[in-house]
């Protein structure tokens, strides 16, 4: 069988685990895995980097590592490290935590598509790139503005990339994965009402067993991946469409 790439980042918790537990599964991925934590799994597929995704300079240094030449069948980029960032409203917010969410939702992600452009152009491999949006990047949240703009950043940014790249063997998508059980619903929750108006919305999410599993949530993601000819456009919801 051929081999096919995958470069996903943020694989240590959260949707990102569940990810990389699905295409671990697949035998036929090398994945090259970036979080500032590694699992230390030992398997012959997984590439474990640990970076901070925050530190620019230390990432354009690295990036030359992360997208190795080969004749692959697909390769696939998945832009998943995210953080929901300071919960407080506009007006008291740290710059220094403002930059590190900036960094780490949008510059990052701009980074490692465009190298990933860069290193596959010329490549004849299937090649995808999936940066992970949300909802609210469509959806003004009190308490999230860093949040809310660099989401919405990002998926403009890769529908420009989509734009660029009509008649390419590209395929960019901006992916809102629904609302899922993980660390960072955790965070949200922690949050003050004072400085988040949504607070007792988001408990009762928890409460309701309203949350995705990652692992649901992971199987759409590789389902939309595996069949990215069934779905039209760059904007896309896990919610919108059913596994069969
Ligand atoms: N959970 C939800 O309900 C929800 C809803 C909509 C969208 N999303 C999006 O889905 C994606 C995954 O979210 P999640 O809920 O799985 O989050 P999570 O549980 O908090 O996990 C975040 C992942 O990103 C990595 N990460 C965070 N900051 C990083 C940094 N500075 N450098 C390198 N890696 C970093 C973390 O690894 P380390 O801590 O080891 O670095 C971790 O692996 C995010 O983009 C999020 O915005 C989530």
Redesign the pocket.
């Known amino acids: 069988m051929k081999h096919s790439l995958l470069i996903l980042?943020?694989?240590?918790?959260?949707?990102?685990?569940a990810i990389l537990d699905t295409y671990l599964q697949k035998d036929n991925y090398t994945i090259i895995a970036?979080?500032?934590?590694k699992l230390g799994l030992k398997h012959p597929n997984l590439h474990e980097v640990s970076?901070?995704?925050?530190d620019l300079d230390v990432l354009e240094n690295k990036l030359p590592e992360f997208f190795p030449s080969g004749d692959y069948e697909e390769v696939v980029l998945i832009n998943?490290?995210?953080?929901?960032g300071e919960i407080k409203p506009v007006g008291v917010l740290q710059v220094k935590q403002m930059r590190?969410q900036v960094n780490?939702?949008l510059l990052a992600p701009m980074y490692l598509t465009n190298a990933f452009v860069a290193a596959y152009k010329d490549s004849n491999a299937k090649k995808i790139i999936c940066n992970?949006s949300?909802?609210?990047s469509s959806r003004p949240v009190a308490g999230w503005a860093g949040y809310c703009s660099t989401?919405a950043a990002i998926a403009m940014f890769t529908q420009v990339a989509e734009k660029e790249h009509e008649n390419s063997q590209f395929r960019f998508f901006s992916l809102?994965?629904?609302?899922?059980d993980?660390?960072?619903?955790d965070e949200i929750r922690q949050a003050e009402e004072s400085d988040f108006p949504d607070l007792a919305r988001f408990k009762n999410y928890k409460v309701a067993g309203d949350l995705s599993s990652?692992e649901t949530v992971a199987a759409k993601v590789s389902y939309l991946l595996d069949h990215s000819e069934d779905f039209e456009g760059v904007i896309q919801d896990v919610r919108a469409f059913d596994l069969p």
């Open positions: 980042t943020g694989h240590s918790k959260g949707l990102g685990r970036i979080s500032r934590s970076i901070d995704l925050g998943n490290a995210g953080w929901i590190a780490v939702n992970i949300s909802g609210a989401k809102a994965p629904g609302i899922i993980t660390e960072m619903q990652p």
